[in-house]
């Protein structure tokens, strides 16, 4: 197992570094505006000398390879400059280094601000991702055994509503309706969990239990589905044959072989949710990293752009990787060498 950890992890670095290349290159290339003049609009003047100064500043004025190695660290960046423009201090500080670079705009160190972000989006996913399983799972565990019923043919209803609305669409009614009828509205200032605990579970739980809303649909579904596939087999026939009861059937042997595609989902989909947090965020005034990506993309910060994509990339690998993992717990069949 541990040989088989170590095979994923070098292997997933190619594909850290090819996300780095393309969101690096096409920050850079593809966006109509750059940085430059972002800023020099905030000056109200097109100055060239000013934009020329901005860039040197900036590290913006050598060539693209060369700041793509400078941002991952295998190039030296220049630290100070003296009154002529000439670099007088260099020093590798890249993300080999662990520095994803300061904001081009206020100055601010990425990852900083990134420590103080990544925990709030987290915790965020992590709740909608438990309101859609705990949704979802006995759910669609119940519309495989009422097949054909009407609490099947409920569910099944539901869960297509649920793909069908857009969870955006969804919050918009809620704080809508919410302030029109019980004269509720979300807390416009954020609290933090070890400020104030209660106020923090508020401020969560409405948009945690929307976005969780949207995949549960899916969800359902595929565990439905899963469950007739398994419940056919020769096992389960056996099971009943012994005279063992509907509830151990049900989820002591066939639910367990049910969940192995279900999991796959399920981790897959979990930095897509903590990534699709940018628009609730947004509407429910959560400091987290999608309305930090948001921002940053406005004003071309390259950066925090940049830093943020490695970070969804490193999700999504380490989160694969885990679902790997988990299928020798759900089917003791499965070994990894």
């Known amino acids: 197992m541990q040989r088989y950890i170590m095979q994923r992890l070098i292997l997933s670095l190619p594909t850290l570094i090819g996300v780095s290349i393309l969101t690096f290159v096409g920050l850079r290339v593809i966006l109509p505006q750059d940085v430059i003049d972002t800023i020099v609009g905030e000056f109200g003047r097109n100055d060239p000398q000013l934009r020329k100064n901005l860039e040197r500043e900036l590290g913006l004025s050598s060539s693209i390879p060369q700041q793509y190695l400078e941002y991952m660290g295998l190039w030296p960046t220049c630290l100070k400059r003296n009154s002529q423009g000439d670099c007088t201090e260099k ?24 420590k103080r972000r990544v925990p709030i989006s987290f915790e965020l996913g992590l709740w909608a991702q438990a309101t859609a399983i705990a949704a979802s799972v006995p759910m ?114 066939a639910l367990r072989n049910a969940l192995i595609p279900v999991v796959t989902v399920i981790g897959v989909g979990l930095p897509g949710i903590i990534a699709g947090t940018v628009i609730f965020e947004q509407i429910f005034v959560i400091p987290g990293m999608g309305r930090y990506l948001v921002d940053s993309v406005n004003i071309r910060d390259y950066p925090v752009v940049q830093g943020l994509n490695l970070v969804f990339a490193t999700l999504l690998i380490f989160s694969v990787l885990l679902v790997d993992i988990s299928y020798s717990f759900l089917d003791p069949r499965i070994r990894y060498r």
């Open 91 to 114: 020093k590798f500080s890249g993300v080999l280094q662990g520095n994803l670079g300061k904001s081009l705009h206020n100055g601010r160190s990425v990852t900083s601000e990134m």
């Open 140 to 253: 669609g565990v119940w519309a495989a055994v009422k097949q054909d019923k009407f609490p099947d043919y409920g569910l099944r209803t539901a869960a297509i509503l649920l793909n069908a609305v857009p969870g955006f669409w969804i919050a918009v009614l809620v704080i809508t309706f919410g302030s029109i009828w019980f004269n509720w509205a979300p807390p416009i200032k954020f609290k933090t969990l070890t400020e104030d605990p209660i106020a923090h579970l508020k401020i969560m739980a409405t948009p945690a239990l929307i976005i969780g809303l949207t995949p549960s649909g899916g969800l359902i579904r595929l565990v439905r589905t899963q469950m007739l596939e398994v419940l056919r087999q020769d096992y389960v026939r056996t099971a009943h044959a012994k005279g063992l009861s509907n509830a151990t059937v049900f989820y002591k042997h």
